[in-house]
């Protein structure tokens, strides 16, 4: 008898060796598509409260805090990634005769993928980590409960304006990530390469056309609901992570945000690829 | 029978496989303080949290003006939540925004108000809560007291039916507990609201309860008036009330009412049966006036000087006081006659009238509001009680003769 019970023991621990990681990558997964059905209705909450009264200066504030304020890092980012792609560019077409093609190279991979790409990084960075710690700490210090308490939609106060704010701020900083990258290109290509400075600019003119400007836009705008969902999400339910609590939740949650945002850019962005092309 | 403004009826809560409450039953009546005492962690700020809607039961009900708020639609349990106010324990101030942006918060969002409008009333809760320097400042650059006094002002800004206070006075000095519990009293009774406060400052708030609900247990052990609590027997008298009071009132050496009612009882204890004692009356009439000219403060320690006075004259001959009432004094005179306490007093009279004014208008003289004028009366009331007489009815006595004592104009300027 007593054999028979070690027998059954042995059989069960065996069973829960083998089916623990499926039991857990189940436990995850389910987590996971909960967690994503959770974030769309939040965004589409969010996204309807935008048209509510009361909620131009908060995008406008927003716009500032979100937009304005990220200029210089995407000025920065975009003159030196453009310079290094002049540099690059520049160097290799020289072994195939081909210089002439580099202002058409620079301002293609630009427009159409590195500019909306790296733009959307840098916000995440500076004021998508904003945007999630901000909230996280009105969470946890009962600031969201208040408005609640205060009959003020959270929603509509705190997330609302931001995504607002997001979709206005990413277009207009990829632009202009895209024209500074060009003039980096310049920069390194014609000024220290000695590539020819009409070729380069007659190649930037011709071989840009809209489509390709409304595409690098359309990934913008992606990018920003993607972001901006993704960081006031975090934020949002911060004080309702099962792994830490309080300013630890914040942290954790602002840590969270910026890698889900960045891992979900390039995500969205192959996907918006595939469809566009 | 009064239908409850709003009612629990066995209502349950779990945080996971913790029981925070447990078929809780309660009735708040509507114009009324309604006080929910209990030990730290006990629920009560989850109770509160249930009435204002941030949290549902796991089961139960509660109702409103006796109707279900589960059978409530969307815009009437809207409209029931938009006549409620929540002042938070940790204050739950928008520490990007100013003072005057905090409280400003419900009105610009929640109202068509013009900006002249939202300002005005704004700038009057910031004067009646005594932040008119901290208007432009940021919680953060604020001492806790202070922060308080914001979240009271954006609490009362929007005119609310009913006010949940969770622990309104906690981390005051007792000088600020007592004038934020009068100032809840003042505008209770001014405004009409109904209030509900969570607090630990006993007996401090009982002065200015109607009601007092005790969580013991996960449950509402009593519900009903202060006197009643005094004449109730359970296990959560000795746990609950006793852990919460101090041995003596900090702001006058006062004694609480329970612990006045025990202090009296042990001299009645020793009494031999032919000896009599007396109680004094004192009430402070037109209170208001210090208040509306001076501020909180200011009256409270108007009330502090005369206890202290009646402490340094009836101490002497053995006597002991309590605060029976926001602007009522009882002291007990144990050795003396009518008589002889009618000689006592009028003593205390001439010497009030000599020296004592002065200590109680100390706080208004000091108050920063000059050029305003208030009339104050002292009235006070003897009644002599045999041994084997129940307190409270030759309080009661003592006060239906009461008569004026003292009456003194003072200015802003301290002129009396």
């Known amino acids: 008898m007593r054999r028979w019970s070690r027998k059954g023991e042995a059989e069960r621990r065996l069973g829960a060796f083998v089916s623990g990681p499926f039991a857990a990558f189940g436990r995850s997964a389910i987590r996971w598509i909960a967690d994503s059905g959770a974030a769309v209705i939040f965004f589409l909450l969010a996204s309807l409260k935008i048209f509510r009264p009361k909620q131009f200066s908060k995008i406008v504030q927003q716009v500032y805090s979100i937009g304005a304020r990220s200029s210089p890092i995407i000025l920065l980012v975009g003159l030196f990634t453009g310079m290094v792609l002049g540099l690059q560019m520049s160097s290799a077409l020289v072994r195939f005769g081909a210089q002439g093609y580099l202002g058409s190279i620079v301002a293609l991979s630009l427009v159409r993928e590195l500019g909306p790409v790296l733009a959307a990084i840098m916000i995440t960075a500076r004021a998508g980590s904003a945007i999630t710690a901000e909230i996280g700490i009105q969470r946890i210090s009962e600031q969201v409960d208040a408005l609640a308490t205060m009959r003020i939609d959270p929603v509509r106060y705190l997330v609302s304006p931001r995504l607002a704010a997001a979709i206005i701020s990413f277009p207009v900083l990829t632009a202009l990530f895209d024209l500074i990258g060009i003039v980096g290109g310049y920069v390194s290509g014609v000024m220290i390469m000695g590539a020819n400075s009409g070729t380069y600019v007659f190649r930037v003119q011709s071989s840009l056309e809209l489509e390709d400007i409304v595409h690098g836009f359309i990934k913008a705008v992606v990018f920003a609901v993607v972001v901006s969902t993704v960081c006031c999400f975090q934020g949002y339910f911060a004080h309702m992570r099962a792994d830490s609590h309080g300013a630890k939740a914040v942290g954790l949650s602002t840590t969270s945000a910026v890698v889900l945002s960045c891992v979900l850019i390039l995500l969205s962005d192959y996907i918006v690829t595939s469809f566009l092309i | ?416």
Request: a negative charge.
């Open chain 2, 1 to 416: 029978m009064e239908t409850p403004l709003i009612e629990f009826r066995n209502v349950s809560k779990r945080f996971g496989d913790r029981n925070v409450l447990e078929n809780v039953d309660l009735r708040i009546y509507e114009g009324q303080v309604t006080t929910i005492v209990g030990l730290s962690g006990s629920g009560k700020s989850v109770l509160l949290k249930h009435i204002i809607g941030l949290l549902k039961p796991d089961e139960g009900t509660i109702l409103f003006r006796g109707r279900p708020v589960s059978t409530m639609k969307r815009e009437e349990i809207e409209t029931v939540l938009g006549r409620i106010s929540y002042m938070f324990q940790d204050n739950a101030l928008f520490d990007s925004l100013t003072v005057q942006e905090n409280i400003a918060l419900p009105l610009r969002e929640t109202t068509n108000l013009d900006m002249a409008e939202i300002d005005r009333r704004v700038m009057a809760r910031i004067e009646q809560t005594e932040l008119g320097e901290a208007a432009r400042r940021y919680p953060s650059e604020l001492s806790g007291g202070m922060q308080k006094r914001v979240a009271l002002a954006r609490a009362l800004v929007t005119d609310p039916r009913i006010v949940l206070f969770d622990e309104p006075t906690s981390g005051q000095d007792p000088l600020r507990r007592n004038a934020i519990l009068g100032m809840i009293a003042q505008y209770q009774r001014r405004l009409g609201f109904t209030a509900i406060l969570v607090s630990h400052e006993i007996p401090d708030v009982f002065f200015i309860s109607n009601r007092i609900l005790v969580l013991y247990e996960r449950r509402i052990a009593f519900q009903g008036s202060y006197r009643e609590l005094e004449d109730f027997d359970h296990p959560l008298k000795d746990e609950v009330i006793g852990s919460m009071e101090g041995l003596q009132d900090e702001m006058a050496d006062l004694y609480s009412r329970r612990q006045f009612k025990v202090l009296h009882h042990a001299h009645s204890q020793g009494r031999t049966g032919w000896e009599p004692y007396s109680v004094v009356v004192f009430a402070l009439k037109g209170i208001g006036s210090i208040v509306a000219s001076f501020g909180d403060a200011a009256a409270q320690e108007a009330i502090r000087g005369m206890a202290l006075f009646a402490m340094k004259r009836f101490g002497a001959v053995g006597g002991f006081s309590a605060r029976r009432n926001v602007d009522e004094l009882v002291s007990v005179l144990p050795f003396a006659g009518q008589a002889e306490a009618e000689s006592l007093l009028k003593g205390f009279v001439l010497d009030i009238q000599a020296r004592g004014i002065p200590e109680i208008f100390a706080g208004a003289r000091g108050a920063k509001v000059a050029g305003g004028s208030v009339e104050v009366t002292v009235l006070a009331g003897v009644a002599q009680g045999e041994a084997d007489e129940e307190i409270d009815s030759v309080i009661d006595a003592a006060r239906s003769r009461q008569m004026e004592i003292a009456r003194l104009r003072c200015d802003g300027g301290g002129n009396q």
